[in-house]
């Protein structure tokens, strides 16, 4: 008898429960390929992908999911990563380390193979046994990803058709909110790489200025590839790619033939940092965008094409969706410092790539935090780097696909990730763009809850031709946007320091649900938001699932839908004007009152509003971490301020766990909002003081947390709503209400 080698993962508990289960036949371990069978306890799998569009859960059909990163067919990551909800409701995450090309098949019984070709099968297991359990695990392994700037989760644009200094200056002059501008290649000299073209754009430092002194952000594409005749390109240097006679391997990019760095090379960090810091004399940017960084090319390997007989260059087993490893990229026999083969690095490539451009862009821009994005990712790279989708067409489906995209990438511990906002190619000039024009409010609707929200290209002088209606309903979904910035600011410090994601699939809140694990054209938006975009041209009602729970309309508070009694898919009325999203009771959520024409402006002069929505037991919870959205080392430096809040039927409290002298928040709670009493208030208690409830002012005195100053300040009543407070001074015992107004 021939003795079955593997593995088996179990849970025990009241019935033991087989989670992975590798003694199956099919083991192959050789040079150049390598598989291994798994078999699973349900079909319930999520992720290996951030870019397939077969649905957010996968289908076990036998499908194939090639895992190599490459421009062709936009599969621009590697995420050897999945999520498991178990048969009996619990959830386990996989991880296979492994960089090299890859076949992931998904089988029906339910199984997964994994066949790669070549390294080793290094496995993570992540047990759980909730979602956000197996994330936090998870992030432990990959690393934490890194907390943004206030500034990168505010509305961005920009082109790669500027043509003059007038495109370029036009666009910060939107009607809406704005902080990033974002200029692609029209902008180089010759289409090399880290220049700009002085003849086109002579005034270009007093625009930039001119952009910064509006509190606005400067951001560029940048593509890893050196044209031969450039500055920047050394020939005598080791710190590009080589080829297997160690010689710089040439590759044909858009601008002719040119080297890829080798960022696996400790010099090359260095000679980025300088690059960069040359770069940024010319043109004072303030992030990132890494494009191509796959890598990509337009030739199938090098210049003068691969080794036919190097068996790296033609591997003994051939990916099911992809041609040659060599298309549109390197040539895998191509060399990395200390001897390593692009065969068996090239998946890394791009979270190597972001790795070493933020440590050169974090020597170059010193005073304040910058952004980075990069179109190439592996698992790691959110500690670097977000992730922009930039090639999705304008389409409704490509727009629900999105949401997909969105929330694996959040699982891959990337949150900071978003589509290009109505697509890439807009056709806004086409003849007729009634279809196109409400496709675009929709997408605006659906972006205001994008952990990243922008929109490229994005002329505003095209925007501005669809009708004044279309334009102020995206005004509105962009300044929703900036009204929930505390809260999205918020879930960012959650995912940085617990590694949880921003926006999750329904399932993760509702895993005893079955229901919910197919969803994934609803999401919820930090814990106490459940967004429920309209992915369909001429909806006036919208099919809405409803889980277990207390759910408020946040736009008709007389909506409050109770899960526990209406649970499953109801029908809402929609119209064009109206975005839907929900509240989930047990929820506190944090709003900006104002907004301004940016995040910096509104973070520092919006004052908050609390919305309270109870549970069904009468009770919720909220959190605010607060910043000035541009230091550097907030939170090891002890410069921010974190509370927490809490509610019950008759009482709302704030407790400022961490507050310190670096970070003044001035701004002030103007507004409070109380859904889901049941009772009429008759008294009104603040500090322990009764305040007359038939009077529209009332004075307080509020202790600071040093207990030693006091401090008067007044409120309004508004009728019906809640009191006003004021700004965040210590730990309050806010009110005590009794019944309902």
């Known amino acids: 008898t021939r003795e079955m080698i593997g593995f088996s993962v179990s849970r025990t508990h009241e019935a033991t429960s087989t989670i992975f289960n590798t003694t199956m036949e099919g083991l ?60 009996d409701g619990h959830a386990s995450g996989f991880f296979l380390q492994n960089s090299n090309a890859m076949d992931v098949i998904l ?15 290094d496995f993570y297991i992540f047990l759980g046994p909730t979602p956000a359990e197996v994330m936090a695990q998870f992030a432990d392994k990959i690393g934490k990803p890194f907390l943004p700037p206030l500034w990168a989760l505010g509305y961005h644009f920009g082109s790669d058709n500027f043509q003059s200094e007038e495109d370029f200056s036009a666009l910060p002059n939107s009607p809406f909110p704005l902080d990033g501008l974002w200029v692609g290649q029209s902008t180089l000299k010759d289409n090399k790489e880290f220049t700009v073209d002085a003849a086109r754009y002579p005034n270009i430092t007093k ?11 400067l951001l560029v594409d940048t593509r890893p590839a050196i044209l031969l005749n450039s500055s920047h390109y050394n020939k005598d240097a080791t710190y590009f790619v080589r080829d297997s006679s160690n010689k710089t391997i040439l590759a044909k990019v858009a601008g002719g033939e040119a080297a890829l760095p080798d960022y696996f090379h400790p010099d090359t960090e260095g000679w980025l940092q300088d690059v960069l810091s040359s770069y940024r004399s010319l043109l004072s940017f303030d992030g990132l965008f890494v494009d191509e960084n796959e890598p990509s090319t337009v030739s199938n390997g090098a210049v003068g094409g691969c080794s036919r007989t190097d068996p790296y260059d033609n591997p003994i087993y051939s990916l099911k969706n992809v041609a040659k490893l060599r298309t549109k990229t390197l040539c895998p026999s191509a060399r990395h410092y200390g001897g390593l083969r692009h065969y068996d690095v090239h998946n890394i490539y ?33 500690v670097h780097t977000g992730h922009f989708i930039k090639e999705n067409a304008a389409t409704w489906e490509d727009m629900k696909h999105s949401i997909v995209a969105m929330l694996n990438y959040n699982m891959y511990g990337i ?10 190619k807009s056709g806004i000039h086409d003849d007729d763009t009634s279809t196109e024009e409400e496709m675009c409010v929709r997408w605006h609707q659906l972006a205001a809850f994008y952990p990243l929200a922008k929109r490229y290209p994005a002329v505003e002088t095209e925007m501005l031709k669809f009708g004044n209606d279309s334009v102020r309903w995206i005004q509105d979904a962009v300044e929703l946007r900036y009204k929930l910035l505390p809260t999205l600011y918020t879930s960012f410090y959650s995912a940085h320091m617990k590694g ?26 930090g814990a106490g938001i459940m967004v429920a975009p309209v992915l369909k041209p001429g909806v006036t009602k919208h099919q809405v699932y409803f889980p277990n729970d207390l759910w408020y309309d946040y736009h008709d508070r007389n909506n409050i839908i109770n899960g526990k009694i209406e649970r499953g898919w109801a029908e809402q009325n929609v119209s064009l004007d109206k975005q839907t999203y929900y509240a989930r009771g047990g929820h506190i959520i944090v709003t900006h009152l104002n907004i301004f ?14 919305d309270v929505y109870l549970s069904s037991d009468g009770e919720s919870l909220g959190e605010l ?54 009772d009429h208030v008759t008294n009104v208690t603040v500090n322990n003081s009764d305040q007359n409830w038939g009077s529209t002012t009332f004075e307080v005195c509020l202790i600071l947390l040093n207990c030693i100053v006091l401090k008067i300040v007044v409120f309004e009543i508004k009728p019906c709503l809640w009191p006003v407070w004021p700004r965040f001074l210590g730990n309050w015992d806010w009110a005590r209400l009794k019944g309902n107004c």
């Open 597 to 610: 024409s940016s995040t910096q402006q509104t973070n520092e002069m919006g004052d908050y509003v609390l």
């Open 107 to 121: 089988n029906p019984y339910p199984a997964i193979t994994f066949r790669t070709t070549g390294g080793i099968l």
């Open 625 to 678: 971490y607060s910043d000035n959205g541009l230091s550097l080392h907030t939170i090891s430096h002890d410069q921010f301020l974190f509370v927490k809040f809490y509610a019950s039927k008759d009482n709302l409290r704030s407790e400022v766990t961490l507050r310190y002298p670096g970070h003044d928040n001035k701004n002030k709670i103007q507004e409070i909002y109380i859904r889901g009493l049941t």
């Open 415 to 424: 949150p900071l990730v978003g589509a290009n906002i109505c697509g890439y």
């Open 207 to 217: 625009i930039v200025s001119d952009l910064h002194d509006n509190k606005r952000q």
């Open 350 to 382: 791009g979270w190597k790539s972001s790795a070493v451009t933020r440590t050169a862009l974090s020597g170059v821009i010193k005073e304040k935090r910058s952004l980075l994005l990069s179109r190439s990712t592996y698992l790691g790279s959110g």
């Open 28 to 87: 192959i371990f050789s040079d150049q390929l390598l598989q291994l069978n798994m078999a699973l306890s349900s079909s319930n799998v999520y992720g290996l992908s951030g870019d397939h569009k077969d649905g957010l859960l996968r289908k076990m059909e036998f499908n194939y999911q090639s895992v190599w990163a490459t421009s062709v067919e936009k599969r621009h990551g590697a995420h050897p990563f999945l999520l498991h909800v178990e048969k």
């Open 500 to 525: 949880l994601p921003v926006v999750s699939p329904l399932f993760f809140n509702y895993l005893n649900d079955e229901k919910t694990l197919p969803i994934d054209t609803q999401f919820m938006f």
